[in-house]
């Protein structure tokens, strides 16, 4: 939920909601709850980098990613070691600790 996300990640409520509100515009996820979000496709056909440009993270224009955000990309390489473009949801999720 985005209460737990905020206070996990110590950001305002506002700006998760708002994040996924972009998401879900993109048809991304969808919220079946109030504040509670999930996925629209299967972890093994989603992709981070859809993700990422959607909330302005990467610019993935001409067929090349450049990076808008290098603060959340730098912290992104730090925790993982792949390259972005042909990541998975589902290669991710066992990395994230549960919320």
Known sequence: PVK???????????RV????RILESKTLVVEIKKGLFVPVKHPEKAYIKDVFYNLGVINLANNS????CEEAIS??????????QELTIKE?????PKL
């Open 4 to 14: 737990e996300i905020a206070k996990k990640l110590k950001i305002n409520r506002a």
């Open 17 to 20: 909601r708002f994040a996924f």
């Open 65 to 68: 990613t450049s990076f808008v």
């Open 75 to 84: 912290f992104i390489k730090g925790k993982i070691d792949l390259n972005i």
């Open 92 to 96: 991710v999720l066992p990395l994230v």
